[in-house]
């Protein structure tokens, strides 16, 4: 049972290129999110997903796209990296809301130069 | 908008002695409250959940309390290895998702 995976685990990125953070989980969780955690402020949400075909914005979705074809995956998407962006990432999956905690990935650290 | 502040920022104990991490927040309709521990270069471990006023829960060394307006992690003799980062976070109304606090950095030394 790996949990959640996330690649790449490190990654640099000159401004303007385009990347894609992978992430699956294994333990058919329908909750799925995106987090960004810069030093001093705090794990911010980017998007979320409730189940499969289904997303939504979170607290800081500029800059970003997702998508969620099937229950176990949820990419990242990066368009035209702007420094900004360089950060922690971390994915999450949970069974449902309502208390139960979720499982998050060991995150991917990016950095756009 | 839901606000999560946690207290102090930055903590360093001695082995053995007992401390207690704050976390205060504001929301509509308290759903859970969330404790996680994350050490460097991990991603956070989920802790506990409370989920009403008065409600207690443990797991070893820690022991998680919740009030109306704030959640308490109190710390009894610590030893180095609960050296980490302790996040707090809400889930609040129809969201289905947290909010977290900053964190407390709390290093623990011999």
């Known amino acids: 049972n790996a949990g959640v995976t996330q690649t790449p685990k490190f990654r640099i990125l000159k401004i303007g290129q385009s990347m894609t953070l992978q992430c699956t989980q294994d333990?058919?969780?329908?909750?799925m999110y995106w987090y960004r955690q810069d030093p001093g402020m705090g794990l911010k949400l980017i998007y979320y997903?409730?189940?499969?075909?289904?997303?939504d914005k979170g607290e800081v979705p500029n800059g970003y796209n997702v998508s969620r074809s099937t229950t176990e995956d949820f990419p990242l998407r990066l368009e035209l990296a702007a420094p900004s962006q360089t950060s922690v990432y971390f994915c999450?999956?949970?069974?449902?809301?309502?208390?139960?905690?979720?499982?998050f990935g060991s995150g991917t650290r990016l950095t756009v130069v | 908008e839901d606000q999560v502040t946690q207290s102090p920022e930055a903590l360093r104990l001695q082995e053995g002695e007992s401390s207690s991490l704050n976390c205060s927040y504001t929301?509509?309709?308290?759903?859970?409250l969330f404790w996680y521990r994350q050490d460097p270069g991990k991603g956070p471990e989920f802790l506990f959940t409370?989920?009403?006023a008065g409600e207690e829960k443990e797991k070893e060394r820690l022991k998680a309390t919740l009030t109306k307006k704030e959640s308490f992690l109190h710390i009894t003799a610590p030893k180095p290895e609960d050296s980490a980062t302790y996040l707090c976070?809400?889930?609040?109304?129809?969201?289905?998702?947290?909010?977290f606090g900053t964190g407390t950095r709390l290093q623990v030394t011999l």
């Open positions: 999450a999956s949970s069974f449902q809301t309502g208390g139960y905690g979720y499982t």
């Open positions: 333990m058919n969780h329908n909750y």
């Open positions: 976070a809400v889930e609040a109304g129809t969201a289905s998702k947290l909010t």
């Open positions: 929301v509509s309709g308290l759903r859970g």
């Open positions: 997903s409730v189940g499969a075909g289904i997303t």
């Open positions: 409370l989920y009403s």
